[in-house]
DNA sequence: CCAACTGTTAACGCCGTGTGAAACAAGCCC
DNA sequence: GGGCTTGTTTCACACGGCGTTAACAGTTGG
């Protein structure tokens, strides 16, 4: 559920043999209809494995979304076209708008090699480094914390103790153990730090996530592993 | 430029579609036979715009020869394959052997398309001449920078700095990594220098942009990817 | 020699951070 | 089970680090 592979499929109406193909394939994908839409995924922080625009149809809206695409508001991702093969010439003088293209109408095995050959390339590139569990997403190279794909506001102490917890998930730490692996200086009196951002950081993951952090009574802390066990928050 | 784009071509006697439409599109192209032509060719220090290689007729030694154009001897060059239809199933287990392929029979144009576009992402693709994120855009060629159509009048230094920001946008980069990328030198004890110009290119940006670049308290400073759920303190 | 660019220094103000203590919950002993 | 002990959560506040800002000095180019 981490990485699902998700497509992002121009125009709304997908075309039917289209649909049907990434369905048969097991890819998931959304249609949608224009670039405004493309702000708000933006702003949600909402990422595609890939986009696939049909240019067809509707040309002058493609490449406008394909334009969008490639402005870097969101991560730059293997992007396909369809054309028809009248459409060839165009292709020339937009090379940067697109990885590949195919030429409607497509064989359903070619348009299928050419997905897997783009997410493989895409894959031996960078990719994010990030750390994960659960809910729980920290991206370590724009230091974005979110949950349940929401983005969370932390201040660093916050943040570089939940990555610590989170890149070690289940397992108990002291206090001392903590003050040493992330705040790095030897334990001399101040254990009540450690509640005190432990509590902060079950603040900021909001009333149904408070308890990823479980504290573990005359030992000390630790993250997730027992989600599912008796929630009884509510009421 | 205008250097001789000549192709490698596989096998030897090029079929015959393929060898007319590469003249017709005014490559030059050389065909080989097999491998043991590789070894003489590398030593000579023989480069090629690309291979073209068709691996319809004899399979097997058209990924023999994929393997080697990819052992790294040659730089990894624009590498087409033509298959048949039948044989796309045979591309997922070597996605690392080639960059783009075409099934046969081909449409002439599709092919000159697909070099063209493979020319282009050898050429270019690695290189691009624009760089853009939101309102901002930053044309290499010109060392221009405008947001929101309006030019700005950077420095050398204010350019660089926000085109690195730029070319990576939402990464936090610590002052001591700007110093680094940006500066180019190693320095320990100015990292002041950072914060000035951070401040003199968000004055530049205006008012209403200068929140682009955001700070990461106790880490360095960021380009846009920002969640500001901003509590309509405006309006 | 002026103008613009660049890097440094220092003062200011904010916000993250740690600390102490009080309120609270969970065991423990009798 | 009542009361005591131990450990945890919550709150409020003061210190200090960190970023912002402005002014200044060194440097380069016209």
Redesign the interface.
């Known amino acids: 559920m981490a990485d699902e592979e998700s497509f992002l499929v121009f125009p709304d109406p997908a075309p039917p043999d289209l649909a049907r193909c990434l369905d048969l394939g097991g890819y998931s994908w959304k249609s949608w209809a224009g670039d405004a839409a493309l702000d708000r995924a933006a702003?949600g922080?909402e990422t595609w494995t890939g986009a696939i625009v049909a240019a067809d149809t509707d040309a002058d809206a493609a490449w406008m979304l394909c334009r969008e695409l490639r402005?870097?508001?969101v991560?730059t991702e293997p992007l396909l076209v369809l054309v028809s093969?009248s459409q060839?010439?165009d292709?020339?003088s937009r090379?940067?708008l697109f990885d590949?293209?195919i030429?409607t109408p497509f064989?359903p095995?070619?348009l299928?090699?050419r997905i897997?050959?783009l997410l493989?390339?895409a894959g031996r590139g960078s990719r994010p480094e990030l750390v994960a569990y659960g809910p729980i997403e920290l991206n370590l190279?724009?230091?974005?914390a979110v949950v349940d794909g929401r983005?969370l506001?932390l201040?660093?102490m916050e943040y570089e103790l939940l990555r610590f917890l989170t890149s070690n998930p289940g397992r108990v730490f002291t206090r001392e153990t903590l003050l040493n692996r992330v705040w790095g200086y030897e334990y001399y009196g101040g254990a009540r730090t450690v509640d005190v951002h432990v509590r902060r950081l079950r603040a900021k993951l909001g009333e149904e996530h408070s308890n990823l952090i479980q504290t573990v009574r005359s030992v000390g802390y630790k993250l997730g592993q027992s989600r599912w066990k008796e929630p009884s928050a509510e009421s």
Not at 141 to 144: A, D, G, K, L
């Open positions: 702003e922080g402005r870097g508001d991560p093969g060839l010439d292709l020339e090379s940067e590949d293209f030429i064989h095995r070619e299928e090699a897997r050959h493989w390339r190279e724009t230091y974005q983005p506001d201040t660093y």
